[in-house]
């Protein structure tokens, strides 16, 4: 038996719909309440730390889930019900705009995977100096980095998370367009 695609009178590609409505309104959520927070931080003290107050808030509780992880697993989640339900964007591609979109997926794919590891890498040196320095262990949920601009600095453990999900989304698209292509009769649902 041959696999089928979802198609929109499918009772699964409603479920992704839907699915997909919710990650992406949790995505804006998540969005909104972080500019409106560091704006306010912004004006407050003429300082902000890019991501610092989706790390330190926590959802539903104390000690639960913060907001980066929410944002993370909404990015995530949102991709894969898109993936699903919107293979008939990409059926009618010429193949130069397919290689072209196939270069700047791996292109993505390959800075965001740089910036994983760097951002990993500069995470572990941090905790390390403390430790050697100190003695003590740092609360990782307060270490930055002032990259690129000093004067706007990212909370690490916000990049090392943003940066793992745009590497896993553009990794998984750049794996889908290398597939084999569907073709244009798949387009029509089978009765």
Not at 6 to 23: C, M, N, P, S
Not at 123 to 133: F, G, P, R, S
Request: proline share 4%; glycine share 6%; with cysteine.
């Amino acid at each position: 038996m041959k696999p089928r695609h979802l198609h929109e009178t499918d009772k699964q590609y409603r479920v992704f719909l839907y699915i997909f409505y919710a990650a992406a309104s949790m995505m804006g959520i998540i969005m909104v309440y972080g500019v409106v927070m560091m704006v306010g931080e912004w004006q407050e003290t003429g300082y902000y730390v890019m991501g610092e107050v989706l790390v330190n808030t926590h959802v539903p509780f104390e000690g639960f889930a913060n907001l980066t992880t929410w944002l993370s697993f909404a990015c995530v989640i949102s991709w894969y019900c898109v993936s699903r339900i919107g293979w008939k964007k990409t059926v009618g591609l010429q193949s130069y705009r397919m290689a072209l979109l196939q270069l700047m997926l791996l292109g993505f794919a390959v800075i965001c995977l740089y910036e994983v590891l760097w951002s990993f890498t500069v995470l572990n040196a941090e905790i390390t100096a403390q430790m050697v320095i100190d003695g003590t262990t740092p609360d990782i949920d307060r270490l930055i980095v002032d990259y690129p601009d000093p004067d706007r600095p990212w909370n690490l453990i916000f990049a090392t998370k943003i940066w793992s999900v745009g590497f896993l989304i553009s990794a998984h698209a750049f794996y889908l367009s290398t597939r084999p292509r569907k073709s244009k009769e798949e387009m029509i649902p089978d009765e």
